[in-house]
């Protein structure tokens, strides 16, 4: 991997055409030295705060809005504001909407892009490590109604991704360890010898951009394998829903206070252990995850999650069936599969059991 040429771009077919995630070497603002004069931003408010000096001529411009990253305002029923708001920047059908921010941006701006004026075409810079490593690539939105997280969304690449890793160096430690553990979840349904790799660099990755960099790009191939096969995710991309069915879960059993990727780091955790348990995996397999899973999960243990409320939130999850949960486990090789479970008392006992482990350690 250390040859690996992580200035080439990586090219993507989608339904919509092909589209580059291109990196950018350089200082952030060479990003926004001159601002897209056809297009209309939409930018996290803490980078407008943190990089007020780099996207000053995007400022200067003007025709841009702000929004505070929060699972809260990734809702429907903020949409009408945000509408609001662009139409009053005089957006139009063949103007471009610029996604400035993380995973949460990336999705408001990806839903509105599908939806406005039925779909105007939008571009990404990406700036946390989640939406560098894993959520840029792949097409997808998702937006919460009420308090059902993700279950509205639509299919729709951005025409181009703009990738700095130097957006990383303000990213708080919990968030780079969130980015981690989505990366940790790509390595590991690529193959167990691709966890191997992120787990034996697990330390050295937190402290080496270069490697960090490397790693990014290197999630970003095995994705495109996968996505570029079922974009629609309608059969094997579902295996990308490692540690989601439970994560999700976790996230909505703790009020989303606990970071998406350390809960879906969590739901890896019990996934192979309900596996294990079920007599899918081996004890090996858990334990051999197990280690880099915890350390990377380490900042949410304060925090108590309730496995009535976990169980719940896991029975609604959206891609299970009418009588069946589908959960992706490893397998007696170690390798992430799908598969259909009855919702049986033993299933809900293993989480249980899983949950009342975690909390004494
Ligand atoms: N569409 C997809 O394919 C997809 C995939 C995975 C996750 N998601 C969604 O992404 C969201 C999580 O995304 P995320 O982890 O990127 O979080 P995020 O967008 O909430 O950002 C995390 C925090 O970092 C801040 N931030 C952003 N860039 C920063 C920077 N460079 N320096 C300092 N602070 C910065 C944000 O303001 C926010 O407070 C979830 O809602 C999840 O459901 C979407």
Known sequence: MGDLLVSKPIIID????????????????????????EAV?????????????????????????????????????????????????QMTRDQTLISIGGGIVQDITCFIASTL???????FIPTTLLAQSDSC????SSINSGDIKNILGTFNPPKEILLNVHFLETLAADDILSGVGEMIKVHAIDSPESFD??????????REPNLMREFIFQSLLIKKKIIEIDEFDMKERNVMNYGH?????????????????????????MANFVSMKLQNTTEDNFLRMHDVLMKNSIVARKTFIDSARLIEALYKDKKNTKTKLRLILPDMKGRIK??????TPELSDHISEYLNLYHQI
């Open 338 to 343: 799908i598969g259909l479970y009855e919702k």
């Open 137 to 140: 690539i792949g097409s997808k």
């Open 197 to 206: 790799r992120i787990s034996s660099k697990y330390e050295e990755l937190l």
């Open 14 to 37: 989608s339904h919509k055409g092909s589209y580059e995630v291109n990196l950018q070497n350089g200082p952030i603002s060479n990003l926004f030295k001159s601002p897209d004069q």
């Open 245 to 269: 069915s439970f994560g999700h879960a976790i996230e909505s059993a703790t009020s989303f206070s606990i970071p998406h990727g350390i809960a879906v780091t969590i739901g890896m955790d």
């Open 41 to 89: 931003y939409i930018i996290d408010e803490k980078i407008y705060k943190l990089y007020e000096a780099e996207i000053k001529p995007v400022i200067d411009y003007g025709r841009f809005i702000l929004i505070d990253a929060n699972e809260r305002n990734k809702s429907l029923e903020k949409f009408p504001d945000y509408i609001s708001s662009l139409m009053g920047q």
């Open 117 to 123: 004026m039925r779909g105007v075409s939008w571009k």
